[in-house]
């Protein structure tokens, strides 16, 4: 056998084991073998693939892992368009539906009122179609506007409940399979930390973000995300079935993840008794359901009533009401947050609202609570309702007694005791003291060490906690001055972990200038931001002496932005700092490769992007601005040279740069420029 056919077969036979075992883990709740086992399979097959792409399997198990780059979906039209369902909100209404599709069955109106139904959760995730060929994933797309959606099949296969090959004797050989992909609220709430310790905005629910996830670009960072899916309906042309109940339990058969929520009912009073089992049993379920569908189950009757143009006349949604109930404002704490902004919460006597105990409600700011004209010992209605954290909607004015107090917002940090200030334009309080109060100093720290910053490896939020209270740190500076022995002399702290932490420090020394000047966690840079600021400024030198000018020149920086940068160089603590580092061998400017350059022809000249292009991002068209020697600015103004007009630009741009003479170019025109032939 050559080597090539041997590396074949493995690759094969791998294929196979690891399809068999993902079957196994995720359908049937059996592992055949251990995680590390598994692994070191998965790992042979990565690289057997990365040797011989062309024998990879269309769908190999290794596809659960991500790493493709989707540019632009492409857009499907729905074999099947993808409806929405008709909505009731009473019995009444409910047994209303009864009556009329009744009246579509003519031969059903003897037996009457013992339709089989069956009945699901309405799942409040993203609905998806998966398309299968030959018992094969080929497709998965997005509801869209129904009659067509987006080709996110790379993403959706990191999803593990989703089969990726189906082994049956009779497949057919075309099927659709539809269902809710939604984020399970634990890996929402794992999500949402990661963003809190990095500084950035938290995302507001799972359902949005469920969405959003499934059109990133990166697979991998969806495959890193989790999310998961439930299935409820299978279509094609003349498959096997008679009843929605036995296309459910094949798609069970087949290794679909179909939500064991389900029931069968007979008439509409089995229906109704379903409806409000379900009312609260629905908050023990990982993600949110907002209502009931109600099918028929036979699959000739729902032929034979078929659809409207907007929804099958088969089957309806019951909806829950939103939840809500009135409980006590106990008091109002305050947060502090890494930057010293606070953050008022609401402590309320505990109720029971959708399914879990609710004691606290963030108020946002101050501005909220004079909204709410909030009162201690008020009476409060508080809702929950796609989010999963409680918002106080309103005060019911008429249960206040005239003794109570009004809210007022602190005038002092309640960590540090420092006086607060707030900026005319900025709705958050913030405490100034940022070398001196702990929430501030261990947040930094903690944001520093983040996976989106110096990914320090070992290191979490508890450990900054410990090195912090043990006295070793003080700024994210020290930490390279901590040394093993004092690690492990420290408690629940094993060899392993202390050399671990060592190990992960002195790796993030080549961490690239980008990610370490976001690590620095200055006000209003984000990780977007701090990318902007390398590649414009290159090190941190030029940064440190850009002038405010400078930097709102920069493409995306806004003069918020702009004086907090400045502000951070202006202290002197900082610039120490920034030296430490510098010692430690940290990054301080923008590593060559990363800095494409192609040419100097635009070289003295600058330019502003407006609009969408077709041939070019805005980032692409940007970074070929910069890769060709030319400058970037953010605004029109007399020193702009070109401004690129893509379409739908904004007219005030287009009117003051036509004032002020600025030459207007096309995105062909620009590519000429860039071959000096314009
Ligand atoms: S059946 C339209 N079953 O609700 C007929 N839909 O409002 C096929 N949904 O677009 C859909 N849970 O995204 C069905 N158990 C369930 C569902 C469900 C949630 C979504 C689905 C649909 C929307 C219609």
Partial sequence: MTNMQSEKNRIDELTEKLHFYNHQYYQNSVSEISDYAFDVLMKELQELETKNPHLKHQNSPTERVGGTITKNFKSVVHQYPMLSLANTYSKVELEDWQIKINKLLPNQSEINNLNEYFCEQKFDGVAISLIYENGNLKQAITRGDGQKGDDITANAKTIKSIPLVIKDKNIPNYFEVRGEVYFPYSNFEKLNKEQEIAGEPLYANPRNTASGTLKLQDSAEVARRGLDCFMYYLLGENLPFKTHSESMEKLLEWGFQVSKTYQKCTGISQVWDYINLWDTK??????????????????????????????????????????????????????VGRTGAITPVANMKPVLLAGTTVKRATLHNEDEILRLDLHEGDTVIIEKGGEIIPKITSVDVSKRSFNLKKIQFISHCPECGNLLHRKAEEAAWYCNNDKGCPPQIKGRIAHFIHRKAMNIDG??????????????????????????????????????????????????TTVPFEKVLFALGVKFVGSTVADKLAKNFKNIENLKNATLEDLVATPEIGEKIAESVQSWFGEKENLEIIEKLKSYGLQFQIQEKDVIVESQALAGKSFLISGTFLQFSRDELQNK???????????????????????????????????????IISENEFLQLIENKL
């Fill in 282 to 335: 629905r908050f023990e379920l990982p993600l949110a359901t907002d209502g009931v569908v109600i099918k028929l189950d036979n699959l000739i009757l729902q032929s034979e009533l078929g659809l409207t143009a907007k929804s099958p006349r088969w089957a309806i949604a019951y909806k829950y009401k939103a939840a809500s109930i009135s409980t006590i404002l106990e008091k109002v704490t305050y947060q």
């Fill in 459 to 508: 290191m979490g939020e508890e450990t900054v906690e410990q090195f912090y209270n043990a006295g070793l740190i003080q700024n994210y500076a020290d930490l390279y001055e901590i040394k093993y022995l004092q690690i492990v002399s420290l408690d629940r702290f094993a060899a392993k972990s202390a050399q671990n932490i060592i190990d992960g420090l002195k790796a993030s």
């Fill in 625 to 663: 601005i910069m890769a060709n020697g030319g400058k970037l600015l953010s605004g029109v103004s007399a020193k702009l040279n070109y401004l690129v007009a893509g379409e739908n630009m904004g007219p005030s741009k287009l009117e003051k740069a036509n004032k002020l003479g600025v030459k």
